[in-house]
């Protein structure tokens, strides 16, 4: 019902407009009775909006919303007549505004009355998805409907070549709905929603103070919650983006060489993004922190009003249209509900009142700006072979608003950030897959963490006890540690995995179990090594369970990701060396030690080869922290590799200070070291 209303709302901001402009028969005329017209119901917001939060909270709300609906009936009822009872232009468009102006002004204390009275009729779970009804009802359905019906019944009058009597001309039957459907409202809050009156006891203490004292309570409110700031200005430069196009939309279509139906096309599709963003937003990103998708969502609808002032097609600018509207109404979506989260009980009424007229301001006072802007600049014709492209002031004033949309974006985006240091593109992905990324755990990080990962047999075991045994010699503290099984826990969740004789756990369970494994390995000794400073050595990470649970036993690798991120909070190791070897030489290796294999040992040839390809794609995804070393190699010299590798990574941790011996050129010039010890002398590093 309150979506019949506000159909009504727009399809008269829509008719007004055009009905004071067809009283005229000059352009420049009709251009700025559009936009006089539509500029006065502005203006009642910015007199009356701030108070009419205090006036919501103070009286009955459902007396509020049925009177302010039965005067804006009659005086919208009464626009059309004026013309009927022989009144001329002048007075027509006279009457217009008045009554417009009067009826916008009432309507500001009606939109806090609902705004208020509706999370008392719903529990709070579902304030997601009450505001997405009533925003999509408000500001995606109701103008698509009102811009079709208005452009339908246009043109079916035109088409049928029936003339109409002059007081059921199209224009005129829209401002009868539009009034009427203030009668119904009335109506149905009076007889049929009765919960929405009466008064709270709090309201009624709140109502003993003065008038005065309870707005500026709401204002102060306001100024020194910085979340609530933020929200609310970000909210209004979202729809000052997509008031900037609909107001630009007329010149616009004219720029892409479409006519008219092109201006009611790009209106609609606005609102129709509106709809869909609102509608489909929330079911598409799940879980991602609402503080991080509102910011995200500015950007988008700022970014797709640049796009809009570069895109030389219509189809174009339909794309552009459609995101434009769906970031403003995600943004607006993720906005509110934040708002209803954040906001004490106490002063949400006038917060509410605030932002909803604020929004009706802003969205008014872009569209009319932009109108007038447009309508000064000039357009020039530019040939660019195939294609040319009018450079018009339109053009700049949304390139203009867009980028500063983006800026404004981007700036709330980092004040209200929940997840820093968690990477955006990672998180949103994650979110829509239905695992939204936690931000890492918070420590300070001094030391180094090399991890050697590779098949069986490949000289893992060997290569971390030369490292270590090279570090240790120039006396750093090193930590040497494996996977699974490097704590008491770790040890029997590794009999458990790896017994031959125990019986085999189910894929998942084995995921599972190894990174419980990680999740103490990591909380109990990388992480404490890490924050004193230590070089940690580990023998297999995370990326053995990307390899062998994802690739060798086919589960999701995003899954497995998840999971291992979720069990480390996020601890990436800096270097990690890729042993890479053919399976059967490794095999080999193993089985020529003569201890028996252990259950993964055992797999099919098959399952090793894919787990040796899992390991070579993570590290040609992320060259910089890998280091792939082909281990058919003799040891000592893929220790050298290694030690050239580390050489820089280690200039500059606490772990270098320690004094020199093992890598400075003067050791023992026998030892298989040698050429680490060359590589690492910190002697000719710079800092020494
Ligand atoms: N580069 C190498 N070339 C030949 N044999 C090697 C090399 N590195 C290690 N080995 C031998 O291969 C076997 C397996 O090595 P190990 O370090 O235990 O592998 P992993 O820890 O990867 O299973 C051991 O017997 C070891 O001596
Ligand atoms: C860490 C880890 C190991 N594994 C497997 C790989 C190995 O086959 C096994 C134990 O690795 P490892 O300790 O290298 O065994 P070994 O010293 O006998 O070579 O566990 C996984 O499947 N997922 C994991 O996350």
Redesign the pocket.
């Known amino acids: 019902m309150l979506g019949a209303a506000s159909f009504g709302d727009w399809i008269g901001l829509l008719a007004t407009g055009l009905f004071a402009s067809a009283q005229f028969s000059n352009s420049a005329a009709q251009g700025a009775a559009f936009g006089g017209t539509i500029a006065v119901r502005l203006l009642p917001a910015l007199l009356l909006g701030p108070i009419a939060g205090v006036f919501a909270d103070r009286f009955d709300r459902r007396y509020t919303m049925v009177i302010v609906d039965l005067l804006r009936f009659l005086f919208y009822g009464s626009i059309p007549l004026v013309p009927l009872f022989g009144g001329s232009p002048a007075l027509t468009v006279t009457w217009a505004t008045i009554a417009t102006f009067i009826g916008e002004t009432i309507t500001l204390i009606w939109i806090p009355a609902k705004e208020a009275a509706v999370p008392n009729l719903i529990s709070k779970s579902q304030i997601e998805v009450s505001n997405q009804l009533t925003l999509v009802t408000t500001y995606g359905i109701t103008p698509i409907l009102a811009a079709l019906g208005l452009s339908a019944l246009t043109a079916g009058v035109q088409h049928s070549g029936v003339s109409l009597p002059d007081w059921a001309q199209p224009v005129q039957l829209a401002l009868y709905m539009n009034a009427l459907s203030r009668l119904a409202t009335a109506l149905v809050v009076f007889f049929g929603i009765r919960e929405i009156g009466g008064k709270s006891a709090e309201r009624r203490a709140a109502a003993e103070q003065s008038m005065s004292r309870q707005f500026l309570d709401g204002w102060q409110y306001i100024g020194r919650t910085p979340l609530v700031r933020g929200l609310v200005l970000g909210i209004f430069g979202a729809f000052a983006a997509g008031g900037v196009v609909i107001g630009a939309a007329r010149t616009y279509a004219t720029s892409l060489g479409a006519g008219e139906a092109a201006f009611y096309l790009l209106f609609g599709t606005i609102f129709l993004g509106l709809a869909v963003g609102i509608g489909l937003g929330p079911m598409i990103v799940k879980d991602l922190s609402r503080r991080r998708w509102f910011g995200m969502n500015i950007v988008l609808a700022s970014g797709s009003v640049m796009f809009l002032g570069l895109a030389f097609h219509l189809s174009m600018a339909l794309v552009g249209a459609l995101l434009v509207g769906a970031g403003a109404g995600m943004a607006f979506l993720a906005g509110t509900t934040l708002l209803y989260g954040e906001v004490d009980d106490a002063v949400r009424g006038r917060v509410f009142a605030v932002v909803q007229i604020g929004v009706r301001m802003v969205l008014l006072l872009a569209i009319t700006l932009a109108g007038l802007l447009v309508g000064l600049g000039s357009s020039r014709r530019v040939d660019l072979g195939a294609i040319s492209v009018d450079i018009s002031s339109t053009r700049v004033l949304l390139l203009v608003a867009g980028a500063i949309g983006i800026w404004v974006g981007i700036g709330s985006f980092r004040q209200m950030d929940d997840k820093k240091g968690v990477p955006i593109l990672a998180d949103l992905i994650g979110s829509v897959r239905g695992r939204p990324l936690a931000p890492p755990e918070e420590f300070v990080r001094t030391g180094l963490f090399v991890v050697f990962e590779g098949g069986?047999?490949a000289g893992?075991?060997t290569q971390v006890n030369l490292l270590a045994d090279a570090l240790r010699a120039d006396h750093l503290d090193v930590v040497v540690t494996?996977?699974?099984?490097a704590t008491e826990l770790g040890a029997r969740i590794?009999g458990l995995?790896?017994d031959a004789s125990s019986h085999e756990p189910s894929p998942r369970a084995?995921a599972l179990l190894?990174a419980a494994?990680?999740a103490h390995h990591v909380a109990t000794r990388v992480r404490p090594a890490l924050e004193r400073g230590a070089v940690v050595i580990s023998?297999?990470?995370?990326d053995?369970?990307l390899?062998?649970?994802g690739a060798?036993r086919t589960l999701p690798v995003q899954e497995i990701a998840w999971l291992s991120s979720w069990a480390t909070g996020g601890l990436k190791p800096d270097l990690v060396v890729l042993l890479d070897v053919d399976p059967g030489v490794g095999l080999g290796r193993?089985s020529a030690r003569g201890v028996g294999t252990?259950r993964?040992?055992s797999e099919s040839k098959a399952f090793h080869e894919r787990v040796r390809y899992a390991f070579l794609d993570l590290a040609a995804a992320d060259p910089k922290r890998y280091l792939v070393l082909d281990a058919a190699r003799p040891a000592e010299e893929l220790a050298g590799e290694v030690a050239a590798r580390l050489s820089g990574m280690l200039a500059g941790t606490p772990a270098q200070s320690a004094p020199t011996s093992a890598f400075s050129k003067s050791a023992s010039g026998e030892s298989p070291l040698e050429e680490m010890a060359e590589v690492l002398d910190l002697d000719e590093s710079p800092k020494s």
């Open positions: 069986e047999g893992k075991s494996r996977e699974p099984g590794r995995v790896l084995e190894y494994d990680r023998d297999r990470y995370v053995s369970s390899a062998y649970q060798g193993v252990d993964l040992e």
